[in-house]
């Protein structure tokens, strides 16, 4: 049986592999909301990882259309991060000093998906909301981050998954900053 950790590492090589197919596409306009996005942010292979995993992204005609499902594929992504911690948490193998680091995480996936489907919300009404709820989700990650360093625990699936959601929270930013 596969360890969660295998499947993180798994999940996220076949993220890249994605992202280097459909960067390589002929699709030209069909990716042209998706290659917008991702120009903006601080890393643009990963951004494209992150949005070809959802094929409305390539069909994105406008850029709300394209900020909307990048912020559902955020969130999900958390979302899927918090799921991934409860595997590890039940997983027998699991280093047992790693268990608090990892229950105290949990609560910030749920808090970062929370954020970007307030993101979401917000897009049409208010975008400088937006950004800061994008930016609560960033500090949810880092409260992770924090918490593992200072309990001297190093947990690479765990930092994976977090640096994972900090490319969404590169791309909530692109997308709010922008409008």
């Known amino acids: 049986m596969d360890s969660p950790s295998r499947k993180l590492m798994t999940s996220l090589a076949f993220s890249l592999l994605v992202a280097v197919v459909f960067s390589a ?13 991702c120009r903006a942010t601080k890393d643009y292979s990963s951004c ?8 409305r992204a390539a069909k994105a005609t406008t850029f709300h259309s394209i900020s909307e499902i990048a912020l559902q594929i955020a969130a999900k992504n958390a979302t899927a991060s918090r799921k991934y911690v409860d595997q590890m948490i039940a997983d027998p193998n699991t280093i047992p ?3 608090p680091v990892l229950e105290s995480c949990k609560a910030n996936f749920d808090m970062a998906a929370g954020q970007f489907l307030m993101a979401i919300r917000e897009l049409s009404t208010d975008i400088m909301t937006a ?11 880092y409260a992770c981050l924090r918490f593992m360093r200072d309990s001297k625990q190093d947990i690479p699936p765990l930092v994976a998954a977090c640096y994972h959601v900090k490319a969404h929270v590169s791309i909530g930013d692109a997308i709010t900053s922008r409008w």
């Open 97 to 99: 000093s790693w268990k």
């Open 48 to 55: 494209l990882a992150a949005l070809n995993v959802d094929p």
């Open 131 to 141: 950004n800061y709820d994008v930016w609560m989700a960033s500090d949810e990650i």
């Open 25 to 37: 596409s002929p699709a030209g306009a069909d990716f042209e909301q998706v290659h917008d996005v």
